[in-house]
């Protein structure tokens, strides 16, 4: 099993900039694949992107395209989530998480197995 710890929630302004952070250890971080996830009150948790285990592939929800970049460093174990252009609709706690096969990729909330405690992001308007 890998665990995750998310830091780098808070506060934001609408219009202002977050980094989310994700650092991973027990298991080969670098051949898995990583995704950052959101849940908000009352919704299902979304996926909003993925990386490939090197770094070479990503994939974006359309909610976050645009504004929020996925990117790992494998020397460090972590992968990050640079959010721009914040909305009061990206309030929601934040999640990332490694799939349940290394070497692959997933759109599906399912495929996902080792899950952070989650970080708290809050939008004000």
């Known amino acids: 099993q890998v665990q995750l710890v998310e830091s780098g929630g808070g506060l934001a302004q609408a219009g202002g900039s977050l980094r989310l952070s994700c650092a991973a250890s027990?298991?080969?971080?670098?051949?898995?694949?990583m995704g950052w996830f959101r849940q908000a009150p009352g919704k299902e948790r979304e996926l909003l992107a993925y990386?490939?285990?090197?770094?070479?592939?990503?994939y974006y929800a359309d909610s976050v395209k645009g504004r929020f970049t996925i990117s790992r460093d494998n020397a460090k174990n972590t992968v990050y989530l640079q959010m721009n252009s914040l909305k009061f609709d990206d309030t929601a706690v934040y999640y990332c998480?490694?799939?349940?096969?290394?070497?692959?990729?997933?759109?599906?909330?399912?495929?996902?197995?080792?899950w952070g405690q989650g970080t708290q992001v809050t939008v004000s308007s």
């Open positions: 998480a490694a799939p349940l096969k290394s070497y692959y990729l997933s759109n599906y909330v399912a495929d996902f197995g080792s």
């Open positions: 027990g298991r080969t971080f670098s051949s898995y694949a």
């Open positions: 990386i490939s285990w090197g770094g070479s592939r990503t």
